[in-house]
């Protein structure tokens, strides 16, 4: 692999601008002007109990929460989507908000391409058993992606999505990766 990506995304209506746990999205205050707050080396906001209430009154449907059989829909559908790709997932955390992926690509392809597919055939998965949400989405419009350079970067990203994760949902490791990791610092046996 060339290149291998973090990649975090968030489901619809879990993470809206103006949350106290900061946001770099983005977005159009109340007043209309449009802010952007994703520049590299950049602090994220703060709580912006305004900008938050004005997010959450333009949401088109309920938050989303994903549930333990979406998490193994998912899981199935990323692996044919990376290996139709030729893309090799590393590993991989589904929580009820949010996805995290770790994924080594061939060449240097745009990394929000390499997300966008991964949404775009987890919703097809998701809304061909489900339906649809209402809202018409599952996920948030943007995500995150991290360039990982080197093995050292991999492996605590990897140490970061598998044993880091509150709760999820369910947790994927590569098996060779899994050895590079090392003991897990708990009893906890997710990968």
């Not at 995290?100 to 061909?128: C, E």
């Amino acid at each position: 692999m060339d290149r291998i990506w973090f990649l975090t995304w968030h489901t619809y209506g879990t993470w809206l601008p103006g949350d106290r746990r900061g946001y770099v999205d983005p977005f159009v205050t109340p007043d209309g002007e449009r802010v952007i707050l994703n520049a590299p080396r950049t602090e994220a906001a703060w709580d912006n109990p305004r900008l938050h209430q004005h997010a959450k009154s333009i949401m088109k449907g309920d938050p989303i929460l994903l549930k333990r059989a979406m998490a193994d829909q998912l899981a199935e559908q990323f692996h044919e989507t990376a290996g139709y790709r030729g893309w090799k997932i590393l590993g991989f955390a589904v929580i009820r908000s949010h996805v995290h992926m770790v994924v080594g690509v061939p060449g240097d392809p745009d990394p929000d391409k390499i997300l966008g597919d991964f949404k775009a055939y987890g919703s097809r998965k998701l809304n061909g058993i489900h339906g649809k949400p209402a809202n018409g989405t599952w996920w948030v419009d943007s995500g995150s992606t991290r360039k990982l350079k080197g093995e050292a970067a991999v492996i605590a990203t990897l140490r970061y999505v598998c044993w880091e994760q509150e709760n999820p949902l369910l947790v994927w490791i590569d098996p060779e990766w899994k050895l590079l990791l090392g003991e897990q610092p708990s009893a906890s046996s997710r990968c």
